[in-house]
DNA sequence: TAGATTGTTAATCGATTAACAATC
DNA sequence: TAGATTGTTAATCGATTAACAATC
């Protein structure tokens, strides 16, 4: 919809402020100046703004932003306002993780289904999540119209896997595996690679004692 | 150790460097140049030499980086030569799938115990590792020298729980649980925020078609 | 209207890339 | 020595912050 590029370091703030917006929607809260926001999230309030002004005028001069109003909108960007279908590859305790958690159901996300290679679980459900085999794969998404699929596999099945979800009509892989995916450029990836994450951490630690 | 501050984004490029060169040295692979390993990442070959000369001179002219002897400096420079005793708060389906990781192991990153309010979880073991009840933390954090605590708990009760950890010696938090937390500026915090890599994913989807 | 606060331009800061002399 | 490739400086690019006129 829009032209304009909208740069990568925007794009990864906006869930935070959404999260921020929705406790203050719960608290009550029904306007909020950029100011006032800047000091919750120790951010700059310039920087909220800059950011916001990316996708339209959500503010008002003189008033500040309505809280509701603005988490709505930031819904629509990140696309979450519209359901979107998923699957699990690799029902481990990961793939497990992730079907029981029930907040990204409130976010549009449907968890469709689980997958393993593993017979004994085949079968099985997960919070009424049923495992398939991965035999079934290709019906399966064609038929759920499936444009996600979360990969909790080890990383040395992983690359083959997303060719194959993609030939499916998968758009998009969440990828757990601890590998990057070499996928055609209109494939979307978003890693999530929590041995990088444990080593920032180290790294963090080890070089503290300021 | 350094007097200069390295930027953040060095720093999260480490880890990714480390498992590159990781696989090379499985694939037999003795030295590399920095624009060969540019092609192999993705990145450039100047952005490499930049990283890595912010610790020192780890190449040499003509020849390029003996792949080994590199893999060994990032991680020194990650403290991951050093073992790290970690404990994991939340025995739900991902700490136990952290449990379950045994990479981590490899890395230096001792998995200790888990702990719960659970009765039901209480004793049960995970790969070996035992479920503890979290009135037992802090005599476990100061007998086993616990530096590194993984939070995943509901959102609700981090906070809390956290400030306990810290109270009770632990100098750093690897945090699942979907909020911010607040801690004093000597403990470092590493976030997984799981909900909001999701809507990043959803944001890339949506605004795709090109 | 006066006060508050946005939207937006300009200034600063930091990170990435390019270029090349140093040197193995 | 000649060729290759680093280490490092300089140039560019992008992102953040500051400032303020516009306006509710």
Partial sequence: MDNKQISKAVIKRLPRYY???GELMQDGVERISSNE???KMKVTASQIRQDLNN?????????GYNVSFL???IAKILGIDKQHNLIIIGAGNLGQAIANYTNFERRGFMIKGMFDVNPRLIGMTVRGIEIYPVEQLERFIK?????IAALTIPKERAEEMAE?????GVKAIWNFAHTDLNLPSDV?????????????????VSNMKK
């Fill in 143 to 147: 038929e759920n119209d499936v444009q």
């Fill in 188 to 204: 979307v990836v978003e890693n999530v690679h929590l041995s990088e994450s444990l080593m920032r951490l180290s790294y963090k």
């Fill in 164 to 168: 194959k979800l993609v030939s499916y």
């Fill in 37 to 39: 926001l800047s000091e």
């Fill in 71 to 73: 988490y709505n909108e």
């Fill in 55 to 63: 996708f339209g005028g959500f503010g008002q001069q003189g008033y």
């Fill in 19 to 21: 999260r921020y917006l």
